[in-house]
């Protein structure tokens, strides 16, 4: 990962520091009945707020950060009609609230107060624009710096919440599953390893896949070309429809099948987009990786849950969740 991101803590120090001062501690504390989808998103909004700007992940600042995200966040579906009285107009209004904490906080950084090694520290000292501007056109102007935290915070917040949901849903139901992730996990705690191997990405890799928490995304067509028949033009969008890629049987036999072991074998190139692929690759897949194997670990290794409703029914909104948030019981091992 960038070490813009991490500074000079190992990735893994910084989240699991982050997440035992405000994130899992607090989700442990609302046990046993819990909420993935309605719990997670203090957990991994916690994480995201330290990891790019070291926001304490309690107090005044946390909760106003909190409450201002959940309202841009609901009104990502709404139709743009900037009407007061609207979720899009609500949602303005709550982006400009976020903008100004930024430029406080940008603005006490820049007096010298509360130096942080973290992304928005190395945004400011490498890539703010000088007062002349001019010489500095590969530099960024205080909007675009707030416009890339705010990016990052969007995109890593709800995505890395549904794939937690979904990842207890799926070891919920595939009991084998989850005693093979136990023993690991334990044996590797036993051996005192500490965080070195937080391993079983294919866990991670066979959630992402059934899930695809993105269900599509685009491409510009860079040159006219032809595929099975149908002509593409230059400049054309091309949506990827990452459900079906994720679920053709030739490449994934048995495609509802919850299997992580599928990928122990390597996969034919570009069927699996779990994040992505190429250079607009999801930027945050080494963060969201960690993220989600921490999060196992407590989970997998102290912890045991059942669910309180079945349901398998997908809300399609612009990230896949489970539209019953998946409540769980949950009890200590
Ligand atoms: C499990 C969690 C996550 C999933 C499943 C996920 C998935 C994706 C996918 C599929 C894309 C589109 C990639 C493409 O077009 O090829 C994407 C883009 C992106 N992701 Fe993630 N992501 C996750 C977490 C994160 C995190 C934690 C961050 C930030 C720290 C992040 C930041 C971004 C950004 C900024 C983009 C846009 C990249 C671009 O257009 O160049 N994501 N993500």
Redesign the pocket.
């Known amino acids: 990962m960038d070490d813009r991101v991490t500074g000079n803590h190992s990735e893994e120090d910084r989240l699991t520091a982050a997440a035992a001062r405000g994130g899992f501690m607090q989700v442990q504390s609302e046990f046993p009945r819990y909420s993935p989808v309605s719990s997670s998103p203090s957990f991994t909004l916690k994480v995201?707020g330290h990891m790019i700007m070291s926001l304490e992940p309690k107090g005044e600042e946390q909760e106003k950060f909190r409450s201002n995200f959940k309202i841009i966040s609901s009104s990502f579906a709404s139709l743009p009609f900037k009407v007061p009285g609207t979720a899009f107009h609500r949602g303005i209004q709550a982006r400009d609230r976020m903008y100004s904490m930024l430029d406080n906080v940008i603005s006490k950084r820049r007096e010298g107060q509360g130096f942080q090694n973290d992304f928005l520290e190395s945004l400011i000292i490498k890539h703010s624009k000088a007062a002349d501007g001019e010489a500095d056109k590969d530099k960024l102007t205080d909007k675009q710096m707030k416009d890339n935290v705010l990016?990052?915070l969007v995109?890593?917040h709800d995505?890395?919440t549904a794939?937690l949901t979904w990842l207890m849903k799926f070891l919920g139901e595939n009991p084998q599953v989850l005693q093979r992730l136990r023993e690991e996990h334990m044996e590797i705690q036993a051996k005192g390893k500490g965080g070195a191997n937080l391993s079983w990405s294919e866990v991670i890799s066979e959630t992402?896949r059934r899930a695809t928490?993105?269900p599509w995304?685009s491409r510009k067509a860079a040159q006219d070309f032809e595929i099975d028949g149908y002509k593409i033009e230059k400049g054309w969008s091309v949506n990827l429809d990452v459900v079906s890629i994720h679920h053709d049987p030739e490449v994934f036999p048995q495609p509802e099948v919850f299997y992580p072991s599928r990928f122990d074998e390597p996969l034919k190139p570009f069927s699996f987009?779990?994040?992505?692929?190429?250079p607009?690759?999801?930027?945050?897949i080494n963060?969201?990786k960690l993220e989600?194997s921490i999060f196992i670990r407590h989970l997998a290794c102290r912890y045991k849950w059942t669910p309180l409703e079945r349901d398998d029914s997908v809300q399609h909104t612009l990230v896949r969740i489970a539209k019953n948030k998946y409540p769980v019981l949950v009890e200590p091992l």
Do not use: V
């Open positions: 995201i990016t990052l995109a890593g995505t890395t794939a992402l928490i993105l995304f987009l779990g994040f992505g692929s190429g607009r690759m999801c930027p945050g963060l969201a989600i």
